[in-house]
């Protein structure tokens, strides 16, 4: 299976909005597993925080975008502990002080994708989830190294684009298609409505 190769600096941009590095995770030689994306309702995300800065969890909307992988659902927002307790032991793993949020920003590597959390009165959630090679798939069967035509054809023409990034919003998440050359280069689930600081 090909590998796309991502540069650090698009990911750290558009996931932690430059706060912290993004290295690439260690070569493992391991295959990576098939994954999927779905847009069902099975978990709880954190809503803005209120002036003293404490999380108020709510339900996810059942229109948000989520992750599936290995029969996972993975909402955005969501309480990453026991998402993380329930993928394994990651194939590599990162943490820097945020910029965006009072905490540890993490990143865990996952075979054909990375989960990126944010801290949050003393518990991370998750931010985002990218793909990281053509193994992995949307449920609409999108992966990396398929044209733009394929992306529009699955998702429509209701996007926002900025500088060859193409990105569907929905119910406080977000599907982005980074475009290069015509092909999708990155996709990224991500949580819009992440309590960042002022």
Avoid at 49 to 67: M, R
Avoid at 70 to 77: K, N, Q, S
Avoid at 100 to 120: H, K, Q, S
Avoid at 141 to 151: D, I, P, Q, S
Wanted: hydrophobic share 35%; glycine share 10%; proline share 9%.
């Amino acid at each position: 299976m090909k590998r796309t190769v991502i540069p650090a600096l698009i990911v750290a941009i558009s996931i932690l909005a430059g706060c912290s590095p993004n290295p690439p995770p260690e070569d493992t030689g391991e295959t990576p597993a098939e994954t999927t994306a779905t847009t069902q309702d099975t978990g709880a995300r954190p809503s803005n925080t209120d002036a003293l800065g404490d999380p108020s969890p709510e339900p996810a909307l059942p229109q948000a975008f989520q992750f599936l992988t290995r029969g996972l659902t993975i909402p955005m927002g969501a309480s990453a502990a026991p998402i993380v307790e329930a993928l394994g032991e990651p194939l590599n793993y990162f943490e820097a002080p945020s910029c965006a949020f009072d905490g540890i920003d993490r990143i865990y590597y996952y075979n054909g994708f990375e989960l990126y959390t944010y801290p949050v009165g003393g518990e991370d959630f998750v931010l985002s989830v990218s793909l990281t090679d053509d193994s992995a798939t949307t449920s609409e069967g999108v992966y990396l190294g398929m044209t733009y035509e394929r992306m529009a054809e699955a998702y429509g023409e209701g996007y926002e684009q900025y500088l060859g990034q193409y990105t569907y919003n929905r119910a406080g998440s977000s599907l982005s298609f980074l475009i290069e050359d015509g092909k999708i280069a990155l996709i990224t689930y991500t949580y819009t409505d992440a309590p960042r600081l002022q």
